[in-house]
């Protein structure tokens, strides 16, 4: 029996500024949202992306990019399962895990040269 493939891969725009944070064990977390548009003219329609990035990534992200830089990701899907403080009710909430970005075009173009450098050791 083969095993499954789970991948996501997506262009689009950061919506939010990266979060970085340390769990209790001293792991860099980053999140960020990303707006991916698509469709004609009169019918775009823009689905959010929650992100996650984990250590060395996530210290770049929050590092390089900025809400508005157009950004390529490669990830995983990951579901997680919580009961909401709220009402009790348990709810689900999908992330994308990325273990790949790629800053396409930012407001600094100093940037997309470093993550360039740092990602591939080439020079831009």
């Known amino acids: 029996m083969a095993n499954g493939m789970n991948k996501c891969i997506g262009v689009g725009y950061v919506g939010s500024d990266p979060e970085l944070r340390f769990t209790p064990a001293g792991k860099a977390v980053c999140n960020f949202s990303l707006g991916i548009t698509e469709g004609k003219k009169d019918e775009k329609v823009t689905d959010w992306w929650a992100i996650v990035a984990w250590e060395d990534l996530a ?13 390529l990701v490669e990830g995983r899907l990951k579901s997680n399962r919580y009961t909401s403080k709220l009402d009790g009710v348990e709810r689900t909430k999908a992330n994308i895990v990325i273990y790949k970005m790629q800053i396409l075009h930012s407001k600094n173009q100093q940037n997309v040269k470093e993550v360039r450098e740092d990602e591939y050791g080439l020079p831009y």
């Open 59 to 71: 210290v770049t992200c929050d590092k390089y990019i900025k809400k508005g830089d157009l950004v």
